[in-house]
């Protein structure tokens, strides 16, 4: 089984910013900023079950975090902003940042189907989020294929 690592490397009031690996597969993440877990918030760090299930909003099967405390429907989905997004996670192949004021994923679509590829046939897996161990300030956010970041 194939599992996920979501690893957060910046927080700032108008979002939060990743890199998920998956395999050989490495893309950016978009979500909420941290909001003490309230409706909307970045999902907790943690380890959660992840299954492929169909979303009615988005019409097609998407990856759902199972058992997030006083959370549901926290899914993988496309979005480009994090006002997007109502406590989901959104892939990028890469990102664009101004200050604090927002930040965006670039070829959201693209990512998530990449994720979705990399997972064959696969219906459930897991997924382990955490902090990283290095200060955000040496991460550079540039395009992200195979090989993730610089």
Same mark, same amino acid.
């Given at each position: 089984?194939?599992?996920?690592?979501?690893?957060?490397?910046? &927080?700032?009031?108008?979002?939060?910013?990743?890199?998920?690996?998956?395999?050989?597969?490495?893309?950016?993440?978009?979500?909420?900023?941290?909001?003490?877990?309230?409706?909307?918030?970045?999902?907790? /760090?943690?380890? &959660?079950?992840?299954?492929?299930?169909?979303?009615?909003?988005?019409?097609?099967?998407?990856?759902?975090?199972?058992?997030?405390?006083?959370?549901?429907? /926290?899914?993988?989905?496309?979005?480009?902003?994090?006002?997007?997004?109502?406590? /989901?996670?959104?892939?990028?192949?890469?990102?664009?940042?101004?200050?604090?004021? &927002?930040?965006?994923?670039?070829?959201?679509?693209?990512?998530?189907?990449?994720?979705?590829?990399?997972?064959?046939?696969?219906?459930?897996?897991?997924?382990?989020?955490?902090?990283?161990?290095?200060?955000?300030?040496?991460?550079?956010?540039?395009?992200?294929?195979?090989?993730?970041?610089?």
């Amino acid at each position: 089984m194939t599992e996920w690592t979501l690893t957060r490397t910046l &927080y700032v009031p108008a979002c939060t910013l990743g890199l998920v690996e998956v395999g050989d597969v490495r893309v950016w993440t978009l979500e909420r900023p941290w909001l003490d877990n309230e409706p909307g918030s970045c999902v907790p /760090c943690g380890r &959660y079950r992840l299954v492929l299930e169909p979303s009615p909003a988005f019409h097609r099967d998407l990856w759902e975090l199972k058992d997030v405390l006083g959370r549901a429907e /926290c899914k993988f989905h496309p979005a480009n902003l994090a006002k997007e997004l109502k406590g /989901c996670i959104a892939p990028g192949l890469s990102l664009i940042i101004h200050a604090t004021e &927002y930040a965006a994923t670039t070829e959201s679509r693209t990512a998530l189907e990449r994720l979705h590829a990399v997972m064959g046939s696969a219906r459930e897996t897991w997924l382990t989020i955490r902090n990283a161990a290095v200060p955000a300030e040496v991460v550079r956010f540039g395009p992200v294929g195979t090989s993730g970041p610089q």
